[in-house]
Structure formats: C-alpha cells, structure tokens
C-alpha cells in the first residue's frame, strides 16, 4: 500500500509518537517517575497550578495515582512528551472532579463499575509552539478553524513537527482501547470549554453535567459515552473512526479522506 510503504511501519496518523501504558496496581513501573516529573513541570513550574513548595523530589504525585492508568506520550528519541491518566477511584473515594466541581440537580451518575475519569492530562510545553496552545497541545488555530475532516493521514515527513491534535488524539485512542478492554464505557472529565469544542470538532462530544468553576484554572464537568462516541466518530469521520478501533483501513477510505481534506483547504473566493 502507497501510504504504508511511505512510512513503513508506522501509524498512519501519528507515525512520530509512541505510547506506553501503566496499569493499576504496577507502583513499581519504571516510567512512572518520569510521569510525574513532567506533571510538575508543567502543573507546578509552568501553570503555577500546585506550589511546588509541596514535592521536594520534583515529582507530582497524589492520592489518585495509585488507582489510575497512566498513559505516556514520547517522541522518537524516546523522550516524553505527554501523559495522561484513567481514574477509577476506590469504594471510599469521590471522583477527582467532584471535590471541586458540582453537577447540575437531576443529574444521574452512571454505573460506576463501569466509569472513569480523565485527569492529570498535559503536553510537554516543547510541543506547544505557538502562543495560545492549550496545555494539553492543542493550537489556537485548531481552536478555531479545525474540524474532524482536517485530520487524515501523514503522507509526508515535513509534519513531523506536528502535534495538534494528533499526539491528544493518540492519548486518546489508547485511553480507549483500555477502556473496551476494561468494560469502562463512560468517561467523566473536568476540562476548560475550548478543550470540550476541540475534542467535539474531532468527534468527541463530551456532554456538560455541571457549572464552570475553578479547578486549575475555569473548568467544566463533563461525561461522555464511548457507545455514542464510538457512532458519531463513524459517521463524521470513516478514517478515523477506522484508526481510533484499530480497525483495517481500507484505501478507498483513505484516498477520500485525502481528497476532502485537500478540497476543503483550497482557498475560497
């Protein structure tokens, strides 16, 4: 295949990043330092989030860790780039969100064997290269001019400088493949309303349950069902709906993402 053997064997849509996974209960994981550092460097150094007065050893760790799976993000040189983290708290333990998020009255929770929630996501601030990228990657121009048919394959070695929202997007799909294989079915997230319009032009509709009130800067609660993450990914998007479920692509899939993404950014009189 033409776009395969480009980049042998690589992903198609994020060939220049790699991922690793911790799962609950491994605390002896020896990436999880390097996790943590670059927790602190961003949410105590950078965003002034935590004081980090608090984590003499530079390594930001908390009562959640230890019942989450982490996800790492490294480039080729293998050096980390990005994280994120599954929550599923214990029998005693609230949600991260709800300590300081509150839900709208009427809200009904879902089943909690069968949820968790996304936390402790950021980007390395290297791959943040413009002035407006989010701390978790994505570019301002995204922010306004993106959408889900803008993301197609790397066919070329000039975007390897890339990151958004392909390095979130890949966070992401290994979030998921966890989750199917978990039988996790809703995510719960606290994250700032530019994020949730990002991820909802990229066919992730996370859903409002609650008021916007500071939690590391102005954030939302929010939850999303994979189940119908999973139907409207496939019809807004075949390609990456193919991609996020490890499902095989075929060419005529691939050529027509191709194609609409080209069209789309010609110029318009």
């Given at each position: ?19 690793n996974?911790?799962d609950i ?45 982490h ?27 709800e ?30 290269r413009?002035r ?11 922010v306004?001019k ?21 390095l ?11 989750s199917k ?29 609650g008021?916007?009130?500071d ?48 069209m789309?950014?010609r110029?318009?009189?």
């Open positions: 295949m033409l776009l395969q053997s480009l980049l042998g064997r690589r992903d198609l849509l994020i060939p220049y990043f790699n991922f996974k911790v209960g491994d605390n002896a994981s020896a990436l999880l330092p390097a996790i943590y550092k670059l927790r602190f460097d961003v949410y105590c150094q950078e965003c002034k989030f935590l004081n980090s007065g608090d984590y003499q050893n530079q390594l930001e760790v908390d009562e959640y860790d230890d019942c989450s799976t996800i790492s993000a490294y480039n080729l040189e293998d050096t980390i780039i990005g994280t994120v983290r599954l929550v599923q708290p214990k029998e005693d333990q609230a949600y991260p969100f300590s300081h998020c509150r839900v709208f009255d009427g809200f009904e929770y879902p089943n909690r064997a069968n949820s968790a929630e996304i936390s402790r996501l950021v980007v390395r601030k290297t791959y943040r413009r407006g990228d989010s701390m978790e990657g994505i570019s301002s121009d995204f306004e993106g959408d889900t048919a803008s993301i197609k394959p790397i066919t070329d070695t000039h975007r390897r400088t890339t990151n958004s929202p392909l979130l997007l890949g966070m992401y799909r290994e979030l998921y493949r966890h294989q978990n039988n996790i079915r809703f995510w719960y997230a606290a994250m700032e309303r530019s994020l949730a319009r990002s991820l909802d032009k990229m066919g992730f509709k996370f859903i409002p349950i008021p916007e009130t939690y590391y800067g102005k954030v939302t609660p929010y939850v999303v069902d994979l189940q119908e993450l999973n139907v409207r990914l496939g019809n807004q998007n075949k390609f990456l709906a193919a991609w996020f479920n490890d499902e095989p692509i075929p060419i005529w899939i691939m050529v027509k993402t191709l194609v609409t993404s080209r789309n950014a110029p318009r009189n």
